[in-house]
């Protein structure tokens, strides 16, 4: 695993070689190509797939290396593991750290997003909490991957299960440009959450003044009643 994680091309082969298992799970639950793929290793991935590594292998996480190296950021993995017929998805798989693209847009990762989406990753996919890649690429304030995903035709007006939008949680976060986006492509800017909280009362309870200010120029209702009337 070690060797995996060094990208020791020459230390793998010799134990591949030796007889081992090129699919046995380290103890923290990771293979070798896991790891490797983990760690940007593309010369090793390539090595492990060549000497039998099974790519969409899964952990008890449900992590595989598609996975890692699409939460890692390591695009040249990606799109090596995309070439050689890994799937993007797989059942089982349905918290975001378990989808490549959620994992990629969670943490910013906008050439591994683009990769997914080529290859046709499903844009408002929802995990088991509702969340799709937009809400989450927003909460976290990455704005070049929200702006990758609306202008791939993300919906921006989804809710997850407790009824949060991608804008109430960048508004809840203060990332002020990512507000600014949501609302040039047209967020719902009064839309509300299971407790009936709009956007604006998700900024102000937050502190976030700068955000309360920009929603009040788009139009936020400051006396929001339910939207059932």
Request: charged share 20%.
């Amino acid at each position: 695993a070690n060797a995996a994680k060094r990208g020791d091309e020459a230390a793998l082969l010799a134990w591949i070689d030796s007889g081992g298992n090129a699919n046995a799970f380290d103890s923290a639950g990771f293979t070798l190509l896991m790891s490797a793929a983990d760690h940007g290793h593309e010369r090793v991935v390539e090595l492990l797939l060549q000497r039998g590594a099974e790519i969409d292998l899964q952990n008890s996480d449900c992590g595989t290396a598609m996975i890692y190296a699409a939460g890692s950021g390591k695009d040249r993995v990606v799109e090596l593991l995309l070439q050689r017929g890994a799937k993007i998805i797989l059942p089982g798989q349905v918290t975001h750290c378990c989808i490549a693209l959620m994992s990629a847009a969670s943490s910013g990762h906008e050439r591994v997003v683009d990769l997914l989406l080529q290859r046709g990753a499903e844009i408002d996919l929802q995990d088991s909490d509702g969340s799709t890649a937009l809400m989450l690429a927003a909460d976290e304030g990455h704005e070049r991957v929200v702006e990758l995903l609306l202008r791939h035709g993300a919906e921006i007006d989804l809710r997850d299960s407790k009824g949060y939008t991608a804008l109430m949680n960048a508004a809840s976060d203060g990332h002020e440009r990512v507000v600014e986006l949501l609302l040039r492509h047209s967020a719902d800017v009064n839309k509300q959450n299971s407790n009936h909280y709009p956007a604006l009362m998700c900024a102000a309870y937050n502190g976030h003044s700068a955000v309360v200010l920009r929603l009040l120029r788009a139009g936020a209702d400051t006396a929001p009643r339910s939207e059932s009337g």
